[in-house]
């Protein structure tokens, strides 16, 4: 549609569809009809989605059990190194009496010596949407929550997840907070491999709660290494309810500079979870509860979720609320 846009070609009706589909293709070839980020001048544009592919990219440094993996494919123990893996889906049947819902039939191409490049080969040409959870999650919940976020935005391109080992258990939240720090250096494999391959699509990150400071602290370091530049294929960055430090959240973004735009938090003053993590920290605010005007004058765009919050929690609105998934989705056009 870009191309018809820019091109201004008239009448189109009167082409035949076989003429039209030639045009589509003579204008992939021609860059001067269209802008450098049009879908049909980058190798994103062969765009599939999980309807078509269904596929679930994962990089974990999460043990799996057994080899070949078996369910529940990988635990709340760390690897020593990064894992790469493609879980194949079973999707919904379909049928009269509910949607139902995915479900992985078998984890595959397991890959313990060369993870991120292994990853970044299999996302090779297209744009990424890449989930990262949070704390008091399963490799099963973890994947479901990655497939509803891409189901619930259509996205296009191909989707991964970031797992890190969760214990997925209430009483776990220091374990696990120790657990997702442990990981960032592994996450910053993942996302320089992926961003280093010399063709490809953009880079989308989705993290949640727990997940956000590992996200942010991992860009912080890929900043840090490879400066701008390494941030270049970076697309957009959704913070959704960041268990962040509020004063941690404002340094971390002084140290992004000019990347801290790509940015987007979703946040909801009245996210029950986060004032729990309030209280054990000691009263401070976190940064997915904090107010609006506080975060925007952070420099990042800001979705303010409060009026969608009517459950107990108010904790996973970007996978519960249709509204708010689309907070995500506007995000990546965006970029």
């Given amino acids: 549609m870009t191309f018809l846009v820019s091109c201004r070609i008239p009448d189109l009706m009167r082409f035949s569809l076989s003429r039209l589909a030639i045009v589509c293709l003579a204008g ?73 819902s995915w479900n ?12 991120a490049q292994a990853f970044a080969q299999a996302a090779f040409g297209r744009d990424l949407l890449l989930y ?11 994947a479901t929550s990655t497939v509803d976020l891409s189901e619930g935005i259509k996205f296009a391109g191909v989707t991964g997840l970031f797992t890190w080992p969760s214990a997925a258990s209430t009483f776990s939240y220091v374990a696990d907070r120790e657990s997702a720090m442990w990981s960032r250096d592994s996450l910053e494999d993942l996302l320089t491999a992926i961003a280093k391959t010399p063709s490809g699509g953009r880079i989308h990150i989705v993290a949640h709660s727990m997940g956000t400071l590992l996200t942010l602290e991992t860009l912080r370091m890929v900043r840090a290494s490879g400066g701008e530049s390494a941030m270049e294929r970076i697309g957009a960055v959704v913070l959704a309810a960041p268990d962040i430090d509020i004063d941690l959240f404002a340094r971390g973004l002084e140290r992004l500079g000019s990347d801290a735009r790509k940015i987007t938090v979703i946040s909801s003053t009245n996210d029950r979870a986060l004032a729990v993590s309030s209280r054990l920290a000691g009263g401070i605010v976190r940064a997915g509860a904090a107010d609006r005007e506080r975060l925007e004058a952070l420099g990042v765009r800001v979705a303010d979720a409060s009026e969608f919050g009517g459950g107990i929690i108010n904790h996973d609105l970007f996978l519960s609320n249709k509204e708010v998934q689309q907070v995500v989705k506007r995000a990546i056009e965006r970029s």
């Fill in 104 to 115: 992985i039939a078998k984890v595959e191409n397991v890959d313990r010596s060369n993870a």
């Fill in 28 to 100: 992939i070839a021609l860059s001067g009809c269209v802008g450098e980020d049009s879908a049909l001048v980058s190798p994103a544009a062969f765009k599939i989605g999980l309807e078509k592919d269904p596929k679930l990219l994962v990089a974990t440094t999460r043990l799996p059990v057994g080899d070949p993996p078996k369910k529940p494919w990988f635990s709340s123990e760390r690897s020593a190194d990064m894992i790469f893996a493609e879980a194949r889906l079973t999707p919904p049947s379909g049928s009269l009496l509910g949607s139902g």
């Fill in 132 to 142: 990262i959870h949070g704390y008091k999650e399963s490799f099963e919940t973890a």
